[in-house]
Every structure is written in structure tokens, then in C-alpha cells.
């Protein structure tokens, strides 16, 4: 039997106002192409299938479509629900496409046989069981108590998730067990960050206050786990049967540095359990150039080919001493007659020893508050050029403003 394992879609995700319509179209149909190439028979998704609780109407419609095109194939779907999932939207379809040979789990079940399903191969014979876990929030599999302190909320939450893991775990043996097919490969999913992973810029993290991570030891001993969350593909403690296959596009500009993936599982019971990466075509290229302004335009050649098919979508942190008000209108310059598009220009936020000595030796006195601004404005990293100028400008109005009342005042 042959499963792929795959997760962090993020439909309907928009990029500093971009959207990844697109990219995720071709994803989609490439994804679909692979199943047939490979004959696979089931494909697992481990959560975050779309960016919000609220997708936008056309991702809803590019998941729908998939699902019926996935028909043609015969592989079955397991879709689990991720942090960015909403539990009522998943669900209000999840009968319909029950119907479609989809299985829909979007939160976890008090009866956890719920959550226990049976894949089967081509020939429609049991090859697979899945202990299908979703996102796991709190409220779905503990108590709540009174009086205790943060370290034993965190225990507490820690052991609750390790129990619900075991329960399921353990359903699946009794399965396997009354079905007399004691070699039937059990497979885990799970939605969350596992110690000792590598996080990016888009990863929010989701047990905030109570738990960071889930030791990879707390799994229980299933032939594969299939995780999610985490958008570099990854083996957790070095275990090449737990994974996170990464989502299949870059979600950050940090996640350039590596190919994005998707994991193809193929097992049996006659057979071990063998897995391998099928690396997903780079559908929109994103690149990072910093330095000064003529340290990016030497960078351009390398990072802006000339024939590239779509434009490149840039972020450019210029690391300059002193503050250019036309920033952007230089970049703008830079770039013109290259492929791209600059979605995030940025100042580097460290600057040189001069700079610094510099400063550290001036006094308010010495600065007017127009360079006080200008300096605050300075260290915003997430205000683009035209922001900071907006600002600029506006705060001139308001220092004209405040003076002319002074003024006449008697």
C-alpha cells in the first residue's frame, strides 16, 4: 500500500496582500498527478488545510474540487484538522464527503474509536490503520481545574495529550487484534510541534502559556507518525518514521532556504514500512537580498533570472548607515526592467559601530523632533517605505499644527 503524507496547505493564505491562488491551483493539480503516477491509494493531510477558520470562498471551492477529482483515482483522503482550521466549518461538510471516500476528522472524540481508521489497498483489502488525530485543544480531552500554577497546567495538558495518544493507540491493537492480522501497519498524524524541531517565521506557536512541545517519546510505537504544523519537512529525534512533510509551499520568506516536500509511505504487511520524499516544484519564487543598495543590485543577476516565468517576489533589508527618505524610489529604480516585485522592503536593524557610537553620544537636545521621528520611525521593521513616509508626512502636519497654535496663542 502506498499513502502520501502531506500538510500546511494554508489555502486562501494571503502573502503581504499577495495571493497564493495560484501557486496553490498548480500544487493541486501537480499533487494530483503524483497520486496517479505512483498509485497511491490513500493521501493524509495533517492539518492547517486552510490559513484561517474564515477561508475566503475560492479556497473553499479549490479544496472542494480536489476532492471530487481525487475520485478518479480511487485514493482515499483522511483530512485532519489543524490550529488554523475551524472545527464547524470542516464539519459541515464532512457527511457529504463521506460519500466521496473522505474521511473528515477536524477534533478529537471522547470515543476514540471514532478516530481509528481502516485504509484499504487496490484490491479493497484492509492494508492500513490510522489513528486519525487532529489538532488537539485542550478543552477536547481535559478537565479544567482550579488552583493550579503554570507548571502544572503544563503537566497536566502534557499528560492529557500522551493519554489521548495512548487510548487511541491502544483501539488500534484491539482492531488489529479481532481482525487476526497481527503484521497491519498502524499509522499516527498529529498536529503540533514536537521537541527539538525547527520552526519559521510562519509557525505560530499553539500551546502558548502551557505547552511548547510534546516530547517525541510520548508517542506511542506506531510504524509511522504524520505530523503537521511545522513548514520544514523534518524528522523528529532523528526517528525517520516520525515526520513532518512540511507544507508544500514557502509560507515565509525564512522558508526559502530548502526544498518543500511531500512524504510517500509505502507499506504492507508483508513488507517494512519504507518512506521517501518527493520534492514539490518551486510554483513561486521567493527570494531575501540584503546589504546596501549596491550590494543588492549585484545580487540581482543571481536572484532575479531574466526569463523567470512569473515575477520574483522579494525581501529586501538595505543596510544603510543614514536614512534615505526616496528609499523607495531607489529600489524602485534598481528593479526596473528585472521579474519582480518587492512585497517586503525593510531597514537593517543593526547598524554600524560608528552609528552607534554616534548615538549613543547624542542628547535629545541635540536632535530636532523631526529626527526623533524619523529615528523611531527607523526601527520599525514591519512598516514598509511608503508607510514610513505616510507617517513622516503626517506627523510634519501635526509638529505645523501644534506650532501654529503656539504661535497664536497669546
Not at 498527478?33 to 505512483?38: G, L, P, R, V
Not at 481509528?116 to 488537539?136: E, F, H, K, S, T
Not at 520552526?199 to 508517542?219: E, H, N, Q, W
Not at 507617517?391 to 503656539?406: G, H, I, N, P
Amino acid at each position: 500500500m502506498k499513502i502520501i503524507h502531506t500538510s500546511d496547505w494554508h489555502l486562501g493564505q494571503f502573502f503581504y496582500t499577495r495571493s497564493r491562488a495560484r501557486e496553490h491551483q498548480a500544487f493541486l493539480d501537480w499533487l494530483l498527478a503524483q497520486i496517479t503516477a505512483h498509485q497511491v491509494d490513500a493521501l493524509i493531510i495533517a492539518g492547517d488545510i486552510f490559513d484561517t477558520g474564515s477561508p475566503p470562498s475560492y479556497a473553499r471551492e479549490m479544496y472542494n474540487r480536489f476532492v471530487v477529482a481525487l475520485q478518479h483515482t480511487r485514493c482515499q483522503l483522511v483530512v485532519l484538522a489543524g490550529n488554523h482550521d475551524s472545527v464547524s466549518m470542516l464539519n459541515e461538510s464532512r457527511e457529504l464527503l463521506a460519500c466521496l471516500n473522505t474521511r473528515v476528522i477536524a477534533s478529537a472524540s471522547p470515543q476514540v474509536d471514532d478516530q481509528i481508521l481502516l485504509l484499504n489497498d487496490a484490491q479493497q483489502q484492509p492494508a492500513a490503520i490510522v489513528c486519525a488525530i487532529p489538532y488537539l485543544r485542550p478543552r477536547d480531552i481535559q478537565f479544567s481545574q482550579a488552583g493550579l500554577d503554570s507548571q502544572q497546567k503544563q503537566q497536566n495538558l502534557l499528560q492529557a495529550i500522551t493519554d489521548h495518544y495512548q487510548r487511541c493507540y491502544q483501539a488500534a491493537l484491539a482492531l488489529r487484534e479481532s481482525m487476526d492480522r497481527p503484521q497491519l501497519p498502524i499509522i499516527a498524524t498529529g498536529h503540533l510541534t514536537a521537541l527539538g524541531v525547527s520552526k519559521s517565521d510562519s509557525v505560530r506557536d499553539i500551546y502558548i502559556g502551557t505547552l511548547d512541545a510534546f516530547p517525541a517519546m510520548a508517542f506511542p510505537p506506531a510504524d509511522y507518525i504524520a505530523l503537521g504544523h511545522i513548514h520544514r519537512p523534518q524528522q523528529v529525534a532523528g526517528d525517520p518514521n516520525i515526520r513532518y512533510s512540511g507544507s508544500p509551499i514557502p509560507l515565509s520568506f525564512d522558508e526559502t532556504g530548502g526544498d518543500k516536500s511531500i512524504c510517500l509511505i509505502d507499506c504492507g504487511e508483508d513488507r517494512p514500512l519504507t518512506v521517501s520524499q518527493i520534492t514539490v516544484p518551486c510554483f513561486q519564487p521567493l527570494k531575501t537580498l540584503k546589504g546596501s543598495l549596491e550590494e543588492i543590485a549585484a545580487q540581482l543577476p543571481t536572484a532575479v533570472p531574466r526569463d523567470a516565468a512569473h515575477p520574483v517576489w522579494l525581501d529586501i533589508e538595505i543596510a544603510h548607515q543614514e536614512y534615505l527618505s526616496d528609499l523607495q524610489t531607489r529600489v524602485e529604480a534598481l528593479l526596473e526592467g528585472w521579474p519582480a516585485e518587492v512585497l517586503l522592503l525593510r531597514r537593517s536593524r543593526a547598524p554600524s559601530s560608528a552609528g552607534l557610537h554616534r548615538q549613543t553620544n547624542e542628547t535629545l537636545n541635540e536632535l530636532s523632533s523631526e529626527e526623533v521621528f524619523q529615528r523611531r520611525l527607523a526601527q520599525e521593521e514591519n512598516l514598509t517605505e511608503p508607510e514610513q513616509q505616510r507617517l513622516m508626512t503626517l506627523f510634519k502636519q501635526t509638529l505645523e499644527q501644534v506650532q501654529l497654535v503656539d504661535d497664536t496663542t497669546p
